[in-house]
């Protein structure tokens, strides 16, 4: 993975993106090594010394120079997560930007005129299909774009967000945020300031953790089949290295997940 090994054990999203890839590489008797991108050079001293037969990148940033230098060295790899800047590489990912969209014009039609959104990193390709798709529902329910707050999928991220949000538009009645970590934070920081949700402020996730079905209200969110994820990206880079066909679709579907938050 191209994050910290902090945001590892801290997000659940990975635990179960590689939960999904170990369950395809060990139908095929593959066994399967973790690595955290901290440091790149030493990592790809490693990963291109022969020890390896593929790479399976999981959402690394547009700059990180792993996405370069392996594939240069002639080593398989996937990535999870759509490629930026035009990638040949192959990838799995979500319906990132559908997903989005569906929630803000759930937000819209359920009567919410004020929605805005906490974002994910813009160097990242689900923050930024992200934010594309809550752009787009804005403009299919022809309501003007509110102001952006961005962060880093984390729950400290969404509680600084939403304050700043806060501060901007005071007024604002419905939340998107591009993480349901980011939620959680969000949701600290509207009870912070006294606005309820729903009442006041609508709130929306995209993930659906298992902790968005315990948080008070329990989180409307889109989820994503984040176990499959991993899974069709493991067949795929599996694919690579056995030059065998691999005929599934790189894009897997979302939908809107509807509790108490929205």
Not at 5 to 16: G, T
Not at 187 to 211: I, K, M, N, Y
């Amino acid at each position: 993975m191209c994050e910290p090994n902090a945001r590892l054990f801290a997000d659940p999203f990975y635990s179960r993106v590689l939960a999904g890839a170990s369950a395809a590489f060990a139908e095929r008797d593959m066994p399967m090594l973790l690595a955290a991108g901290e440091r790149p050079a030493s990592l790809q001293r490693y990963l291109s010394s022969g020890h390896i037969d593929g790479v399976m990148l999981i959402y690394c940033r547009s700059s990180h120079p792993l996405v370069v230098t392996l594939p240069a060295l002639g080593v398989p790899v996937t990535l999870i997560g759509r490629p930026l800047q035009g990638s040949a590489l192959s990838y799995v990912d979500a319906d990132n930007r559908g997903g989005a969209r569906q929630a803000v014009e759930y937000l819209a039609r359920t009567g919410r005129r004020r929605i805005v959104t906490i974002a994910g990193p813009p160097d990242v390709s689900a923050g930024v299909d992200r934010l594309a798709g809550f752009r787009e529902g804005l403009e299919r329910a022809g309501l003007d774009p509110g102001p952006i707050a961005y962060g880093d999928f984390t729950r400290p991220a969404g509680v600084h967000a939403m304050t700043r949000l806060l501060d901007h538009r005071p007024n604002l009645d419905a939340v998107f945020c591009a993480s349901d970590l980011m939620a959680v934070g969000a949701l600290h920081a509207l009870r912070q300031s006294g606005r309820r949700v729903p009442e006041d402020v609508a709130l929306v996730g995209f993930d659906d953790l298992p902790l968005a079905a315990f948080t008070q209200p329990p989180l409307t969110t889109v989820k994503q089949p984040v176990e499959e994820i991993g899974a069709a990206a493991a067949r795929q880079l599996l694919a690579q290295m056995c030059n065998e066909p691999w005929d599934e679709p790189p894009v897997l579907p979302t939908i809107l997940v509807r509790r108490q938050s929205a």
